[in-house]
């Protein structure tokens, strides 16, 4: 296993593609301040290189000095330089740059100018001036590359993220650009998608002898291909580049105090805790699950008595109740129909069903209970139509069918006043929700509603500013945050009110590993009050570690409902029909079973 | 049926710079005439003329074309109904109730206004219906020399127009979870409920053209020259084409002729 070490050290003589040199960059208008200064970065051949950094450090920037967008298309001050095969971009003019590097975005839907596919691919090939009667072979050939052949006239409106993202690959490779810049291309995209996308692209760096520049939160369908590591401090400023193996085995404090995402194999090993630890440090699940199988029995024993017992205390020390609210809940809970007098269920769903306008159907007849104090996760691929359960669940929306009842009355009859004190969404989208001018006010709206007196409001609000890191800007606009600390005001905004029933769309999506953690504990440590949470992610490990139960949505309706130790024991593929990837630590459990299992098997038939 | 079958889509497949110099001659030329025969005579002839040549959804226009037949309604009876003072007060009387009075010359005048109407949205929905967005965009770039920065950011900003309807639904049902619905109704917060709107909208959209600019820079455009791949030529039969609208106008103006109804436009309304 080392020799991988070796390999990556013995090759450093590859060419050096894009280098650059002293780079940084600052805004006129905010001061002068730098965003990154002096980064000095080189890609090799064939390279693909993560490069991390906590939320807000400039990695999104650095990504585009490197295409030239920064200076010559946004007001900006860059200094240093970037260079391609030792040639300084300077002064190239865009088109001849964007066959040289190309870029994917990581929003699906503001990356592209045209309407179908086929035009949004002639697009960037007329931009460089390509042969008209050649393009049509090429966008051909650009398609096949990315599996999107059969879409070639499809409204690209009408397309999956993973197809979108998929279709902005398409477009950079079209231009056959020697380096690609992805910058966190998979951060829009479910489990599934995600790890295609990874695995596609591998595959055409490798036939393309491209060298990869890559932005990225979720790290681990992306680990097995990764093989240089860059890391950005707070101050904008480059404080690793080699081996990633190296860092993470020597560098896991550091990493943790600037909220930078680690693989989460590199979370789990550390995590374990055993006499004699192999030092060598996996970054991979498929390195993770490796070691462990190379082990000794009794170590593979001691590592899955340690992954079951963390389970097994996290439930004991979520739920004193779960045990029973849980046993009910999972034999009656398909089909529960709404007994009104039971107290334990706070909500009741009854064939509910809901139909767009142009009738196609989303929900088809679902029906589900929610209890008080659970921490609900609702899983299920892209369009799934967990959003909607979730506006339907919140009254925002009417159902088509069926029926929801809040208390044991429905939510039609609820006065709207009420039914807001008990019942909160949080959006997606942080920006929708906000509806005042500074982030104080905004955290004020709630509890002024309440009617609480001005200095009980003022202490309250302090104490959620700090709890948020967000006192320094309590006096900015909503707006004029960083996209994290958006999301953290939204969340501490809904939190300010106590409802029975919270409801989040993707909580911790665009926030760094610190962020999320926090925001996490703070929604568990509501659940622990009593109050319920639902919670709509695409991300299994937080499933894992924080929720009492997953509900799965799929086809219109619940394909699965229990604790998530238990969904984790499905086989693999049925996961991946409902586009699901087990997290980590179940993984590496089931491995270690089954492997340990497999040895009793040969064990007993050589005794008999 | 045949027939109809093989001309189906000519008008939706005729060059769409064409097509919308037509529509604009078209206007022109009958905004000269103002007499209920010419304008009802051109009027039909160009609802065969997209009926036959166009292939479209009638759903759509009829939804459309609603509007302005509800807008030519109310132009009439006001027209009939309260006529100008200049007309000649010795025509005949059609109907009267109590003090509204129509007079003959009142009635052709209000149905000459409401007709104009119907036939300039007619003209115009023959293009609209008939005309992709990309192509019109790509006909106007080849034909007309619309530089391509301007082009390619119409088509952009196209892509958005339903993405902000989603997105100000969202945000509505957003802002009741907060809990506006709990605040007083006056002026004073409907104008605040304007600015709640209005701000993330403009920042949302901002920062999506923000990134679309970045993408399509990235992507190497330069809003320089360029080939294309979709090439929009003139054919002859799209010089055809206009020659039929506009001879159906011609046609329109000596019947009227020959009638002796035709009336210039002089300023009335």
Redesign the interface.
Known sequence: MNTGLLNQKSVDHRTVVLETKDLSLAFAEEGGEPVFSSISLRLREGDLMLLLGPGGCGKSSLA?CL?R?YP???DSVVKGGVYLHGQSLEGQ???????QV??V?Q?V????????VE?EL????????Y??EQ??AKIDEALQLVHLTSWRNAY??ALSGGMKQRLALA??LA?NPEVLILDEPTSNLDPEACWELSALIDSIRKQRQMSILLIEHQLDAWMPYVNRLAIMGSEGRLIYEGEPRAYFANFKEEARRLGIWMPGAVRLHDQLQLENKPSWQPITREELAELWLNEPDSAKRAVLQQLEQAEASRTAQQDPRRSDTDGTERRGGMGHTGDTGDTDHLMHIDNLSFERSEGKIILDRLSLSIPAGQFIALVGPNGAGKSTFA?LL?G?LEPSAGRISLAGKALSEWP??EL?KRI??I?Q?P?????TDTVYDELA??LR?QKLPEDAVEERVHSLLEQYRLLHRRNFSP?ALSQGQKRRLSVA??LS?EQQVLICDEPTFGQDAYSALELMKSLRARVDRGLTVIMITHDMELVQQFADRVVVLGHGTIQWDGPPEDLWNWPENDLLDHKLIPPLSAQLRNKLKAALQEKQEAHKEVLL | MKTSHAWGGLLNEMNPSIKGLTVILGVILLSLAFDPVTVSISLIYVLSVTALFGRISWRRWLLLFVPFFIMAIGYFWTAALFPRSDLPQDSPLIFSWGPLKMTEAGFSLALSLALRTLMFSALSLMFVLTTE??KFMFSLMQQCKLPPKLA?GI??G???L??FRE?LR??Q???????????KRNIRSMLHAFK?YS??LL??AI??SE????????????GGK??????LKIRPRDWMFMGIVLSGIALGYAVSFALGTLTWYGGQL
């Open positions: 585009l295409n967008v010559s298309a946004i003019d865009p088109g001849a740059i964007a066959q190309g870029i975005f929003d839907d503001s990356q592209f100018c045209m309407l179908k035009e002639a697009f960037c090939l007329e931009n460089i001036g042969p008209r393009i049509d690209i409106h477009c950079a231009l506006a919140s925002i709207e006043r807001r909160g969404l959006f989208h920006e929708h929700q906000f509806v709206f709630g509603l707006f905004a809904m009110d | 967005p990309v390619y088509l952009a196209f892509r958005f339903p993405l997105e969202i945000m049902q957003a802002h009741r979870m907060r809990g506006i619905w709990r605040e709640r701000i993330p920042a949302s920062r999506k990134r679309v600019a970045v993408a399509m820079v990235s992507r190497g455009f330069t360029r080939d294309f791949y979709c090439q």
